[in-house]
Nanobody
Framework: QVQLVESGGGLVQPGGSLRLSCAAS????????IGWFRQAPGNQREGVSC????????VYADSVKGRFTVSSDNAKDTVYLQMNSLKPEDTAVYYC???????????????????WGQGTQVTVAS
């Protein structure tokens, strides 16, 4: 059974950091495309950062470039999202998602993903 479990969310002050983890079970991540998405109340879900584990390519939303870093530890079947210099507008539920399809273009779009975690809340407030 394919399962993704996010962890690492919480409350942090502006300027702080968090590291989210996405642990996979039922499959190995090394041939998958993994995405981090977020959804704030009243907003549509948006792609934050995605990584193609089969070639190591990564993409970031403009709003997080230079602050967030996505990485993958294939030995642990876990993908991480390191979030630095957090802002109140980063507040959202963060989801990880996966697809086995070899998506090459525009691959940080939620409809291209097949498996989803339950989400973890990130709140940035003083």
């Amino acid at each position: 059974q394919v399962q993704l479990v996010e962890s690492g969310g919480g409350l942090v002050q502006p300027g702080g950091s968090l590291r989210l983890s996405c642990a996979a079970s039922g499959f190995t991540l090394d041939h998958y495309v993994i995405g981090w998405f977020r959804q704030a109340p009243g907003n549509q879900r948006e792609g934050v950062s995605c990584i193609r584990n089969f070639d190591g390519d990564t993409v970031y939303a403009d709003s997080v470039k230079g602050r967030f870093t996505v990485s993958s530890d294939n030995a642990k079947d876990t993908v991480y999202l390191q979030m630095n210099s957090l802002k109140p507008e980063d507040t959202a539920v963060y989801y990880c998602a996966a697809t086995p399809r070899r998506v090459f273009s525009n691959y940080c779009l939620d409809y291209k993903y097949d498996y989803w975690g339950q989400g973890t809340q990130v709140t940035v407030a003083s």
